[in-house]
């Protein structure tokens, strides 16, 4: 799929949502910070026009192209040793606008193909490293019985996966669909454990809806954890997080990352500075203000995957307003993992072999601050001064 986000990524929001938006704009207002959160997170904006096509379409790329017993794997990707990526269907119950796979081509697989994933993930060529499967898309709480088709294969030709996760926004987009039959299939995992992510951003999203079906997959024995991503005019401030992340500790859902907003066509509007997250990040960390158990770590996804950010992490900016990060990944682990990866043209070799990546950052344009101001305050964070090393 080629273009930009405006003009193939359509808005699209259950009924659930809409009740949301006109509930929340009649009892806040539609200037509140409570409707913003739906707003923002759903509805079509102008800003998605200002597209600069040096972008990306992709948040990394990471598929697999190889064939498996004659037949070609679709929807997989595979980046980390003991994790693969399964797309059973790009079908979601609505649109988030900063969804980072709105640029995906739109397909689903066929039983023929899962079976052909399921023999590849438990084959001699990946099994010893092979302990885990994420499940994405798309929504795939979406289509359960292709759910528990997948189950079935994975348990079948499979046995050395031990942990599938389940990607999922379905909760807080449609939570009637977190029913009796779906439990039901979730449950026939078993004896693999099942791990469910999900993307909460704002307290708002918490409803009393959302937190039955929450605490009917708490209920049913799976773990739950959550990835929230830091959005501009959404969450981008320590007292919505704290509020976010306590509910989640009483909900029984794990505070895992909290993603900056990732750079794609379309999406700089809700990008926020990498320096203003780990503020945030810091006070959140270190005031008190939420249980440690609550506690997510502040997260970059590059050109070469999740990176979090730690001292001496951010070791550069350009004039383009790119931070060079350095990683721990190696162009030979990446290979051994997925022969078919490529090195990106962000990324080079350091010298102890290990990968450097650009990243572009956001811009706090809704608070005054300038891209000048940042550097005083990156080498206030990481004791390095963001110039001094240099390709």
């Not at 026009?49 to 992709?58: A, C, F, K, P, S």
């Not at 081509?105 to 010893?128: C, H, M, W």
Request: charged content about 30%.
């Amino acid at each position: 799929m080629a273009g930009s986000k405006n003009s193939n990524f359509v808005e699209k929001l259950t009924p659930y949502l809409q009740q949301k938006l006109v509930e929340t704009s009649e009892k806040y207002g539609i200037d509140s910070e409570e409707y913003r959160a739906f707003e923002r997170q759903y509805l079509k904006s102008k800003s998605e026009d200002e597209v600069n096509h040096d972008d990306r379409l992709r948040h990394y790329q990471s598929e697999v192209h190889v064939h498996y017993e004659g037949k070609p794997l679709r929807g997989v990707e595979r980046l980390y040793r003991r994790t693969i990526l399964l797309e059973p269907t790009m079908v979601c119950a609505a649109h988030c606008r900063w969804c980072l796979r709105g640029q995906y081509p739109q397909f689903g697989l066929t039983e023929d193909e899962i079976t052909n994933f399921a023999r590849y993930a438990g084959s001699d060529e990946v099994k010893d490293d092979l302990k885990e499967i994420l499940i994405t898309g798309g929504d795939p709480f979406m289509v359960p019985k292709r759910l528990e088709f997948i189950f079935s294969q994975v348990n079948k030709f499979a046995p050395n996966i031990e942990i599938i996760r389940i990607g999922t926004r379905v909760p807080v987009q449609d939570p009637s669909r977190v029913n009796d039959e779906l439990i039901s299939i979730l449950k026939s995992v078993d004896p693999i454990k099942l791990e469910i992510g999900t993307n909460i951003n704002h307290p708002s999203e918490l409803t009393v809806e959302s937190r039955k079906a929450y605490t009917d997959i708490y209920k049913a024995a799976f773990k739950i954890y959550d990835q929230s991503v830091l959005l501009k005019g959404v969450n981008d401030n320590v007292e919505v997080l704290n509020e976010l992340y306590d509910g989640f500790r009483y909900l029984g859902i794990e505070s895992h990352y909290l993603f900056h907003c990732i750079p794609m066509q379309g999406m700089e509007h809700h990008r926020t500075s990498v320096q203003k997250g780990l503020e945030i990040a810091s006070q959140i960390m270190n005031s008190g203000g939420v249980s440690g158990r609550a506690k997510p770590m502040y997260t970059l996804m590059t050109d070469l995957g999740k990176i979090t950010l730690y001292h001496g992490t951010i070791l550069e900016r350009n004039e383009k307003n790119e931070l060079l990060i350095q990683s721990h990944y190696t162009i030979n682990d990446f290979k051994y993992r997925n022969p078919s990866w490529e090195l990106p043209k962000s990324a080079f070799e350091d010298k102890n072999g290990f990968l450097r990546v650009w990243y572009p950052d956001g811009v706090d344009d809704d608070d005054g601050l300038k891209i000048s101001n940042k550097k005083a305050d990156m080498e206030h964070y990481f004791s390095i001064p963001i110039n001094r090393i240099k390709k």
